[in-house]
């Protein structure tokens, strides 16, 4: 949608991180734009703070409340990324300030990553990838056997854009889909007001629900225990939905068969009981990470702040509560 060579739409820009070679050039192409870690934060003057009238930045950096107090002109925020746990939504909501994520763009490789996790957790890959370049497949002959996937049950937690393209991906492996959420939605899919309950009826038990106090530790060791000794998690979501203490310690006695996780509570990294465990596959939150799709993102970042400098609106904000569609 955007046009680099167009005149440059008006609005003084705070970029409160960078975000890519190309949403960085076209935001100081198209903005006034204020690179806060250039300038460094505390170096900005009032006058400059006043001057704010839209934000840049990633679920990753974030936008907090103090943040948002300090710029009184402030009217958009666009941020990178699907998550928005680290953005003060509630602050903005109450100053009127738009906010919006770059959703649906990722939904394709994430999907695809979550599956990537089940079968690799499932057929232990990378645990047989270490045993071929070891030299023990010629020492001690096969790998141990694994487990199935297809034709198994999967339960999701979050049948959102991710969790909906997740669910798609099943039907290519005869899987039976159930799902938990705050609402059900209108599919054919199962839906499973209890989460202990999904677990127990799962083979494979998917996240893909965004992070925040509301989801905070969904995945207990109850949910644990229910998903049961041949049961796997995967978190493609976010890792404050998975309890880890409680996740470790699952592990550790066998009352789950292992796991995938592309998020993990504290991350960066991940802890050694986890690192040292070979039913367990990880990845660096990097579910979008693609050229194609990290494209995509950075360049919905630009059009979501030209779309509201020219209209007042975003192109995707930010909803919160239950959506039935
Ligand atoms: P979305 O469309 O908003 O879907 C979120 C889903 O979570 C909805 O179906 C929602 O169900 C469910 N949910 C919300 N609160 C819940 C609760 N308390 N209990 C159970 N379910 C709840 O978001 P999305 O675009 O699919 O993204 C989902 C999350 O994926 C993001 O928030 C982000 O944290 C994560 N993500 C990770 C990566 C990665 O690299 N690993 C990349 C992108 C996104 P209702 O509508 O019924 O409330």
């Known amino acids: 949608m955007v046009c680099v060579d167009r005149p440059a739409a008006g609005g003084r820009v705070l970029q409160l991180a960078p975000i890519g070679p190309l949403a960085d050039r076209l935001l100081a192409e198209q903005f006034d734009t204020v690179r806060a870690w250039e300038s460094g934060n505390g170096a900005l003057t009032q006058s400059d703070l006043a001057s704010i009238t839209m934000v840049s930045t990633t679920v990753r950096h974030g936008c907090g409340s103090a943040q948002i107090a300090a710029l009184p002109a402030l009217r958009a925020i666009s941020s990178w990324g699907a998550g928005y746990d680290t953005i003060a939504i509630d602050a903005a909501a109450a100053r009127g300030i738009a906010v919006a994520n770059t959703p649906d763009v990722l939904n394709d490789c994430v999907?695809?990553?979550?599956?990537?996790?089940?079968?690799?957790?499932?057929?232990?890959?990378?645990a047989a990838d270490r045993y071929v370049r070891a030299g023990q497949w010629t020492k001690l002959g096969g790998f141990p056997l694994t487990t199935k996937v297809s034709g198994k049950r999967l339960g999701i937690i979050g049948l959102g854009r991710i969790g909906a393209a997740i669910?798609?991906?099943?039907?290519?492996?005869?899987?039976e889909v159930r799902y938990h959420g705050r609402t059900p939605k209108p599919t054919s899919y199962g839906f499973e007001p209890s989460l202990t309950a999904l677990a127990a009826w799962a083979d494979f038990l998917v996240v893909a629900c965004g992070g925040?106090?509301?989801?905070?530790?969904?995945?207990?060791?109850?949910?644990?225990?229910?998903?049961?000794?041949?049961?796997?998690?995967?978190?493609?979501?976010?890792?404050?939905?998975?309890?880890?203490?409680?996740?470790?310690?699952?592990?550790?006695?066998g009352r789950i068969a292992g796991g995938g996780f592309d998020v993990l509570e504290g991350e960066p990294g991940a802890p050694l009981a986890l690192r040292e465990r070979d039913n367990v596959v990880l990845?660096?939150?990097?579910?979008?990470?693609?050229?194609?799709?990290r494209a995509a993102m950075e360049q919905l970042v630009v059009d979501n702040l030209l779309h509201f400098a020219r209209h007042g609106e975003?192109?995707?904000p930010v909803r919160i509560g239950p959506r039935t569609a």
């Open 111 to 126: 999907a695809d990553l979550a599956w990537g996790l089940l079968i690799a957790t499932a057929r232990r890959i990378g």
């Open 314 to 316: 975003m192109l995707t």
């Open 283 to 293: 990845t660096p939150h990097y579910g979008s990470a693609t050229t194609e799709t």
């Open 167 to 175: 669910a798609r991906r099943a039907n290519g492996f005869s899987m």
């Open 212 to 253: 925040g106090p509301d989801t905070y530790h969904l995945v207990s060791a109850d949910v644990l225990q229910a998903l049961g000794p041949g049961g796997i998690l995967i978190n493609i979501g976010r890792g404050s939905v998975v309890d880890q203490a409680a996740l470790i310690a699952a592990l550790d006695k």
